[in-house]
């Protein structure tokens, strides 16, 4: 996961074209994978634009435990 740590707390960040799991919001629920397509928060910061594994495409503000992974 990109992050920008410090005393505050740490930053999600990412770029273009990495992959974001969204875990399930339940249990039992399966996590969600996707693309970003574009960023919308300052440097790398969320919301992100997505396209899901499904072809669905939507705005994301994801949660702490979301896992940002380089493309």
Do not use: K
């Given at each position: 996961?990109?992050?920008?740590?410090?005393?505050?707390?740490?930053?999600?960040?990412?770029?273009?074209?990495?992959?974001?799991t969204v875990p399930g919001r339940s249990v039992?629920?399966?996590?969600?994978?996707?693309?970003?397509?574009?960023?919308?928060?300052?440097?790398?910061?969320?919301?992100?634009?997505?396209?899901?594994?499904?072809?669905?495409?939507?705005?994301?503000?994801?949660?702490?435990?979301?896992?940002?992974?380089?493309r």
């Amino acid at each position: 996961m990109h992050d920008d740590c410090s005393e505050g707390g740490c930053t999600m960040r990412a770029n273009v074209g990495d992959q974001i799991t969204v875990p399930g919001r339940s249990v039992g629920m399966a996590d969600h994978s996707a693309e970003i397509l574009e960023i919308r928060g300052d440097d790398g910061a969320p919301p992100y634009v997505v396209r899901f594994d499904d072809g669905q495409e939507g705005l994301i503000y994801p949660g702490p435990d979301s896992v940002v992974r380089p493309r």
